[in-house]
């Protein structure tokens, strides 16, 4: 098992040699991730851990794979999709053109999601969604658009339940246990790594999705994220956290005012 001293010395390691920086996340989830790796790849000392994540790439490259939370469904919280649906794509609409940040999207079933809504408002058209996330591995697995088909059963329900238009299998095309989505809704889809620790904001944007990464992050790394949403959003704009994450105590919160239905999504008054 890794010791608390351990994992110091592993967070000190790889800010240094590759510039990702763990400092600020919650030690308790770290550590529990640690020893995950640390045990399914079986090695006999820490020494031979810390060797191989600093002077093997692409081990690390699988490391950071397992340290970051890639858990992600298409509609996820039905209730929260509704809700954008109803009240934040109509003033969207209103807009010239749409700009929509997913920070620390994963694999992008979120992205694919607000592309499917985006399309059924006929908004997709005048829309840019840009998609980043600290790991470059499950961004390419966003960029081919392509899941497991035994999940496509769930997903159908859950956006049947945000208010979807269509048979939900209108989007994509089986093949084997495979589903492939529509290029189409890729075509306005930006696709980036983007570390929110260290990065700086890059655009302007009407609406921000970052659901259930901050529970990841100790406050002040919470409060450094959120700052930085706040300057990548335009006033009147929108913000969206996930269903345990929460802007009410953070420095920037004075600014934003929460939906009216208690969904995790605030609108930037000033």
């Not at 970051?68 to 010239?96: C, G, I, Q, W």
């Not at 497991?148 to 939900?168: A, C, D, H, T, V």
């Not at 990548?232 to 953070?250: D, Q, T, W």
Request: charged share 30%; net charge positive.
């Amino acid at each position: 098992m890794v010791s608390d001293g351990e994992m110091e010395l592993l967070i000190s390691d790889i800010l240094s040699i590759y510039g990702y920086d763990f400092t600020d996340y919650s030690k308790a989830s770290l550590k529990r991730r640690l020893n995950r790796i640390y045990m399914l790849d079986k090695f006999p000392s820490f020494a031979e851990f810390r060797y191989r994540i600093k002077n093997d790439a692409a081990y690390f490259s699988r490391f950071v794979e397992e340290i970051t939370v890639n858990v992600t469904e298409m509609f996820r919280d039905p209730s929260f999709y509704k809700t954008l649906k109803e009240e934040v794509l109509p003033v969207l609409a209103t807009k010239p053109l749409i700009r929509i940040w997913h920070a620390g999207c994963s694999t992008g079933e979120e992205v694919y999601s607000m592309a499917i809504m985006l399309e059924e408002a006929n908004l997709l058209q005048k829309s840019l969604l840009y998609a980043t996330d600290l790991n470059p591995s499950v961004l390419e697995r966003l960029k081919k658009g392509i899941f497991p088909l035994s999940q496509m059963k769930q997903y159908s329900e859950n956006y049947i339940l945000s208010g979807g238009r269509n048979e939900f299998s209108k989007y994509y095309r089986a093949k084997y246990d495979l589903a492939k989505f529509d290029e189409n809704l890729q075509k306005k889809m930006i696709v980036s790594t983007h570390n929110l620790v260290s990065d700086r904001s890059f655009n302007e944007f009407q609406l921000i999705l970052c659901r259930n990464v901050l529970i990841y992050f100790d406050k002040p790394l919470q409060d450094k994220a959120l700052a930085l949403f706040d300057e990548s959003l335009e006033n009147l704009g929108f913000l969206a956290l996930g269903a345990k994450e929460n802007l009410k105590f953070s420095p920037v919160a004075r600014k934003y005012k929460q939906l009216a239905n208690k969904e995790k999504i605030w609108r930037k008054t000033r």
